[in-house]
């Protein structure tokens, strides 16, 4: 689990015009999903699509509201599954948008590293046989 911040923004897919303000996040490999706040994913017109059940560090079961945000930081974006944070809850930024960013995370420089992606099986058909 990371334990450093960065300012994150959420913009609205069908209106890009429509940015959240920056907002702190703890920057979470132990979190699926990036949890914001639901009153500012809501300011810019994101809406729920449907409701998940997560498991807490203590076993603990809660649901909350998801939707589909274009997420930003640190000069990276991505489209992504946000979780519509309650109060209370901490805003977080998950392993899937860290995924989708194409980062990994530097714990000790407290920063993200870009990184290539992973392809379990790709083949070229213009590729001569030995190369494939």
Not at 4 to 32: C, H, L, W, Y
Not at 34 to 42: H, K, M, R, V
Not at 86 to 104: N, Y
């Amino acid at each position: 689990m990371s334990m450093f911040k960065v300012n994150v923004t959420a913009v609205n897919q069908e209106r890009e015009e429509m940015v959240t303000p920056p907002i702190s996040a703890r920057v979470d490999t132990g979190s699926e999903l990036t949890w914001l706040p639901a009153e500012l994913l809501t300011s810019i017109g994101i809406t729920p699509r449907r409701e998940r059940l997560f498991t807490r560090a203590n076993n603990a079961m809660l649901k909350r509201p998801v939707g589909y945000a274009i997420v930003r930081a640190e000069g990276y974006e991505t489209t992504d599954e946000v979780v519509f944070a309650e109060p209370g809850d901490m805003t977080l930024l998950g392993v899937r948008t860290l995924e989708g960013f194409g980062v990994t995370v530097d714990n000790i420089g407290k920063r993200f590293v870009a990184a290539p992606s992973l392809v379990v099986s790709a083949r070229l058909a213009a590729s001569p046989p030995e190369n494939r």
